[in-house]
Nanobody, 116 residues
Framework: QVQVVESGGSLVQAGGSLRLSCAASGSIFSINAMGWYRQAPGKQRELVAH???????DYADSVKGRFTISRDNAKNTVNLQMNSLKPEDTAVYYC??????????WGRGTQVTVSS
């Protein structure tokens, strides 16, 4: 059994910053990759940022230069530092962990609301 839990979502003004955190726990041999998706009302879920076990990162074009993903392999955690937030960043943010020989596990999401 694997649990993935996000935290850090909040209401923030445009131009502000937030830091999302995510922790994976349970029956984990190793984690290949972790990352974040988001889903805004009426829109499809989209990839925000992804980080491999070796530290390679990928970002959605819309967040490049503003968001930074990082992870602690020893603690099975991943963070998403979000700066210069825009109203269009408003969404539920979902963390995922790709468990070796286990598949992808998702958190329940954390709400980020950016007011203009």
């Amino acid at each position: 059994q694997v649990q993935v839990v996000e935290s850090g979502g909040s209401l923030v003004q445009a131009g502000g910053s937030l830091r999302l955190s995510c922790a994976a726990s349970g029956s984990i041999f190793s984690i290949n990759a972790m990352g974040w998706y988001r889903q805004a009302p009426g829109k499809q879920r989209e990839l925000v940022a992804h980080i491999t076990g070796g530290g390679r990162t990928d970002y959605a074009d819309s967040v490049k230069g503003r968001f930074t993903i990082s992870r602690d392999n020893a603690k099975n955690t991943v963070n998403l530092q979000m700066n210069s937030l825009k109203p269009e960043d408003t969404a539920v943010y979902y963390c995922y962990a790709d468990i070796a020989i286990g598949g992808r596990y998702w958190g329940r999401g954390t709400q980020v609301t950016v007011s203009s």
